[in-house]
């Protein structure tokens, strides 16, 4: 598992487990810099050879609903702190599952 914090002022991201998939709801709060960033992370898995491994789909109002399969939760995370989207990120070794 990993624990991760974001700025609240910039943006929201709540994630709820749906199956073996995790969805991501973001909503920025800030335009610019920030869309820039988010269609980065996007683009990273667009286009990868996995077309399945992250969904994207975008809303109104700056908001976001993100599908991403477990087997790519440490990537699509780690491409939101490579981003500058995360303050933060941290192992939980209590919830650690190397699966």
């Keep these: 598992m990993i624990n991760?914090?974001?700025?609240?002022?910039?943006?929201?991201i709540t994630e709820n487990r749906?199956?073996?998939d995790t969805e991501f709801n973001i909503?920025?709060?800030?335009?610019?810099?920030?869309?820039?960033?988010?269609?980065?992370?996007?683009?990273?898995?667009?286009?990868?050879?996995d077309y399945t491994d992250v969904l994207f789909y975008?809303?109104?109002?700056?908001?976001y609903k993100v599908i991403v399969r477990q087997e790519h939760y440490v990537d699509f995370v780690t491409e939101l702190w490579k981003?500058?989207?995360?303050?933060?990120l941290e192992w939980n070794e209590e919830c650690w599952d190397p699966r």
């Excluded at 920025?28 to 996007?42: A, F, K, S």
């Excluded at 975008?58 to 908001?63: K, L, P, T």
Aim: glycine share 4%; net charge negative.
């Design 4 to 12: 991760y914090q974001f700025d609240a002022e910039v943006l929201d």
């Design 18 to 20: 749906d199956g073996s």
């Design 27 to 49: 909503k920025l709060h800030q335009e610019q810099p920030y869309l820039d960033r988010l269609r980065l992370v996007q683009h990273v898995f667009d286009d990868n050879k």
């Design 58 to 63: 975008a809303y109104a109002g700056h908001e």
């Design 83 to 88: 981003a500058r989207l995360l303050r933060s």
